[in-house]
């Protein structure tokens, strides 16, 4: 505008250059974990004999460093990229940005220490204990200041569409993350959950289902609305589809996380609000699916040649892909086939592999260039990662469903007399195990992928010059003038602060309408008078259980079908749980529900089985744990946790603490001498007599329905 003065200013390329490579180095670090752990699921040797190196402790390790590592940087170098260009600012503090950078990568190496440790709190993507929460909390709060910050110092007047998916993860994931982490610590790294339980698995997948919604979908949908019209040089298709694709995405999205728990002993009210708002959700998914591709209308000839678009496109499809199926999979008659199934694994991958993973080596290979002001180093070479990720997708994802099927229709089949046709749990695992070699080939061949992305990336900035400041400028942001007729959103796009209260607001509404009540309202979570809290030995033993990530494949779980109680005995309660903290239902099973496991072996079965799993379960494809029997348990710290647990509500009586190691040592003495009389010498404080004391003791609070095919 002529006679307009311009303001002189730069964007920091930097920032963005070290999340970047960061979130290739985590990615494949995160990557090869998992091409490990897959191949441990049917080679029990890749486990290597060691207990940091076992599946239940890298499984946590994988997911951590491909979502929190992977994900979360590149989530951070698009960010902080496109973010100060669409308000023509600099971020509002580079302190700020490098310590939201170092501090990262600071909670990803403690993760990656921590979990082999086994030093984990069990809950799906919340698996670090209670002092790196902290971490988290102020290094996520310093991210979200940096934002707001800039959008304050503006020079455009409006938001556009990526930054409102970006304030609304900010303050959903901050919200998520402390409510989900409320703990009491017993020690620098143990703690227990402030809930028990129900409440727990309830305010857990209203986490874990959001943590995908709000750190793995809504970031990189701002991205795709900044991203894929750049890459296409294309308008976006609908503003007013983005505006509802926005607010119903965010208002919805809050309310589905109880679909993790169908049929489960979450009360019925809950279940059926999950249900229905996830069948709800397919609407503004697939909203913003539509947005994305027609985006590309008239750019289908440069999709064929352009390896960036080619990303995009598989990375969106399957959003919409992940985003039909799980609303599917929240319908009862479907989760009643598909839940602890294979199912469930291809689901994730689908989004993770295609939409998270696809659309961020998209957005590398578009960054890259412009950063170091050169051409990508090869097409071609990008046009083959192409290939070998998507059929990596495709070798990784088919055979677990087929996985799925198989196991649900074996669990369920019975024979004509009306017993269980399959009766051993170990023959599904058998009949996949075809399955899941074909599913670590298809994660080898999407490892490799990733490693020509490196390569190329080198080459790249190698022919190249990087700017580390890349200058700009624009006029100031001018005081507003009230139009007449202006459109309502419009005004909102010009108040960040305001918008954000509004997106805050809708995501609590859902959250505060599911959890409140079943926390606050006692016949949600009906009590047993039977079910007596964990004895001190139990206690070391269930803690043990959760250090070995025993969780990762096996569920406590016994839903109402009439599959499961013949196999594995009575229903689950409610009840049961109220002195489970935290509650450990599992997502998957891969070995044989435990709820009910109490009682069902002696004392040298669960010793063999330790030792050498297929000495009890011929063709068992679990790990063996020999350690547990000559590893020695530190019981020093039984005290305080009883202590802790009692600030939490748990009857131990007064001054229990100070009696607790001596019950210990009784009950450990006793099962020394049951297992000596069954020719096996352990010593009472061995990790192993811990772990027997705890599933000796499951299930066994209520008078069990005996199983007619155990």
């Not at 996520?140 to 304050?152: K, R, S």
């Amino acid at each position: 505008m002529p006679g307009t003065t311009l303001e002189q200013f730069s964007y920091d390329n930097k920032i963005v250059k070290y999340f970047g490579v960061a979130t290739i180095a985590w990615g494949l670090v995160g990557m090869l974990v998992g091409v490990i752990a897959a191949t441990q699921l049917f080679l029990p040797e890749a486990n290597l004999g060691n207990p940091y190196t076992t599946f239940g402790r890298i499984r946590p390790l994988h997911t951590n460093a491909v979502i929190f590592a992977f994900v979360g940087n590149a989530i951070f170098a698009g960010i902080y990229y496109s973010m100060p260009r669409l308000l023509k600012t600099p971020m509002w503090s580079k302190a700020l940005s490098w310590f939201h950078f170092w501090g990262w990568q600071l909670i990803i190496l403690l993760a990656a220490i921590t979990l082999p440790l086994g030093l984990t709190t069990s809950k799906e993507y919340a698996e670090l204990e209670w002092p790196i929460d902290i971490l988290i909390a102020i290094v996520w709060v310093a991210f979200g200041a940096n934002m707001i910050g800039a959008l304050i110092k503006r020079r455009e007047k409006h938001m556009y569409v990526a930054i409102w998916f970006y304030l609304a993860s900010f303050v959903t994931v901050a919200v998520l993350h402390i409510f989900n982490s409320l703990a009491l610590p017993v020690s620098f790294f143990k703690s227990y959950s402030a809930y028990a339980g129900v409440q727990d698995a309830l305010v857990q997948w209203w986490y874990g289902h959001n943590a995908v919604a709000f750190f793995l979908t809504t970031p990189f949908l701002g991205l795709m609305y900044y991203y894929l019209p750049k890459a296409a040089n294309r308008p976006v298709y609908s503003y007013k589809l983005s505006i509802v694709h926005f607010w119903s995405l965010i208002f919805l999205y809050i309310w589905a996380g109880p679909h993790h728990l169908l049929y489960t002993a979450l009360p019925e009210w809950a279940q059926v609000l999950g249900t229905v708002f996830s069948v709800m959700l397919i609407a503004p998914s697939w909203g913003g699916m539509v947005n994305g591709l027609l985006t590309l209308r008239g750019a289908w000839d440069k999709v064929r040649v352009d390896p960036v678009l080619k990303f995009m496109v598989v990375a969106v499809t399957a959003y919409g892909m992940s985003t039909f199926e799980g609303p599917l999979l929240s319908l009862k008659n479907v989760n009643a086939i598909a839940h602890y199934t294979d199912w469930i694994v291809a689901h994730v991958h689908i989004g993770g592999l295609g939409w998270n993973g696809f659309f961020t080596f998209a957005m590398l290979y578009w960054l890259w260039p412009k950063m170091w002001k050169t051409n990508l180093y090869s097409t071609k070479l990008a046009t083959t990662h192409f290939w070998m990720g998507t059929i990596g997708i495709i070798f990784y994802a088919l055979p677990m469903y087929v996985a799925a099927l198989t196991q649900s229709l074996m669990w369920k089949e019975f024979t004509e007399a009306g017993r269980l046709a399959y009766p051993n749990f170990l023959e599904t695992v058998i009949q996949i195990k075809p399955m899941y070699m074909l599913r670590a080939f298809g994660g080898l061949l999407y490892l490799a992928g990733a490693f020509l992305l490196v390569y190329n990336m080198v080459k790249t900035a190698q022919q190249g010059k990087f700017m580390a400041e890349e200058a700009d400028e624009a006029p100031a942001l001018k005081p507003h003038v009230p139009v007449e007729g202006e459109f309502w959103h419009r005004a909102w796009e010009r108040k960040p602060v305001f918008f954000t209260v509004l997106a805050t607001i809708a995501i609590l509404i859902g959250g505060a309408i599911e959890i409140i009540p079943t926390i606050l309202v006692k016949s949600n979570v009906p009590t047993i008078s039977s079910v007596t809290p964990y004895t001190p030995l139990e206690l070391q033993g269930r803690d043990l259980y959760i250090s070995h990530g025993c969780v990762g494949c096996h569920s406590q779980m016994i839903r109402p079908f009439r599959s499961e109680t013949e196999r594995f005995g009575e229903y689950s309660k409610a009840g049961e749980f109220v002195y489970d903290r935290p509650f450990l239902w599992g997502s998957k099973r891969t070995g044989p529900d435990l709820h009910r496991e109490g009682g069902k072996y002696p004392d040298s079965w669960h010793y063999h089985h330790m030792v050498d799993p297929t000495s009890m379960s011929p063709g068992s494809l679990m790990p063996p744990y020999p350690w547990l029997s000559t590893n020695i348990m530190d019981h020093s710290d039984v005290p305080a946790k009883i202590r802790t647990l009692q600030k939490l509500g748990v009857p131990y009586p007064e001054g229990y603490d100070e009696q607790a190691n001596a019950d210990l040592t009784l009950q450990a003495n006793k099962i020394a001498a049951n297992l000596k009389t069954a020719g096996v010498e352990v010593m009472p404080e061995s990790e192993m007599v811990a772990l027997i004391a705890y599933l000796q003791r499951l299930g066994t609070d209520i008078k069990k329905t005996t199983a007619s095919n155990p």
